[in-house]
């Protein structure tokens, strides 16, 4: 059944700085989100109680990577770093520099990396501190997603081409790959799913919808109605964030329906924050919110009932 609105929105934590990163541990039923300046990390349960907040003596962090309860990983402009003992007193490690992205594997357990001189790192958890695998990739990745089994990545040069790999990284072979719709080149994050991603740039209204049945893509450019801060996939669903405080939801229905210059929201709803909405992560059926002045809610994604004659 498709989502019809984000219900019971309520704040469940403060950091001090702006949210910039935040990432889901499924096998912890926990989400990290990262502030900067100061950096400071909330490790909060899908409870919604008792979140963990700590201090990094790190500034300028843009990513993060939950890979364990034990061990996360920061970006800072070039930098990976690796947080350990991270639910009592983080201890930071530099793991390398000339890192071009950083991606959470949502079910936890590692983590993909891409390098500036076009390889591939992959983090695992070791004995008390982050292996690092490195690897080729075919072609320049720009941006990448992992999901439970399969990992999507989008290519650089001209308008690029969105690919799909098995396994959580892009080093072998795609699956399904489609070529992206021209103007797509500036787009630099993608959020991927089963059926459906979502190739976007926060602060820009042009976006890119992947659907997919089977091994066939089909890869449609939208503009949205406002420019979202973040986007999320959700099964079928897109969840994006409005600058002046909103979470508005597109079905696959509004997906379906949209043109290029239109798409129609399902739902839209305040979130009640004082700063402005930054990022959002989708965990199971609750998404996280972190705003600019380090508010963190959570709210329910709520699915439509099934009609009944």
């Not at 889901?24 to 907040?53: D, E, H, R, W």
């Not at 690029?160 to 021209?182: L, V």
């Amino acid at each position: 059944m498709p989502f019809k609105n984000v219900a019971s929105i309520k704040q469940v934590a403060t950091v001090e700085g702006a949210v910039t990163g935040g990432a889901y541990n499924k096998a912890l039923s926990a989400v990290a989100m990262v502030s900067n300046n100061p950096t400071q990390v909330a490790l909060l349960p899908l409870s919604g109680v008792n979140p963990k907040i700590q201090s990094v003596g790190l500034d300028a962090v843009t990513e993060i990577a939950y890979l364990n309860r034990a061990m996360a990983l920061v970006k800072t402009a070039d930098a990976v770093w690796a947080l350990l003992d991270i639910e009592h007193k983080p201890k930071v490690e530099e793991l390398h520099q000339d890192s071009k992205a950083l991606v959470s594997k949502s079910i936890g357990g590692m983590a993909l990396g891409l390098r500036w001189d076009g390889k591939g790192l992959e983090y695992l958890p070791g004995k008390g501190d982050v292996a690092v695998r490195d690897f080729s990739i075919r072609g320049e990745v720009k941006c990448a997603d992992v999901g439970e089994t399969e990992c999507y990545a989008v290519t650089d040069g001209g308008d690029g081409e969105f690919r799909i790999h098995p396994g959580s990284t892009p080093e072998q072979g795609s699956t399904a790959k489609i070529a992206m719709p021209p103007g797509s080149g500036k787009l630099d994050r993608v959020k991927g799913g089963k059926f459906f991603s979502v190739v976007y740039k926060r602060g820009n209204p042009n976006i890119v919808c992947v659907r997919r049945a089977g091994n066939r893509l089909e890869a449609k450019a939208v503009t949205m109605p406002f420019p979202p801060t973040d986007l999320v996939v959700a099964e079928t669903s897109l969840l994006a964030l409005a600058a002046d405080g909103r979470v508005v939801l597109f079905d696959a229905v509004a997906v379906d329906k949209a043109t290029a210059s239109n798409i129609q929201p399902t739902w839209e709803g305040s979130i009640g924050c004082r700063g402005e909405p930054t990022v959002c992560v989708v965990a199971h059926h609750w998404l996280y919110m972190g705003t600019s002045i380090g508010e963190i809610f959570m709210g329910q994604i709520v699915r439509k009932s099934a009609l009944t004659v």
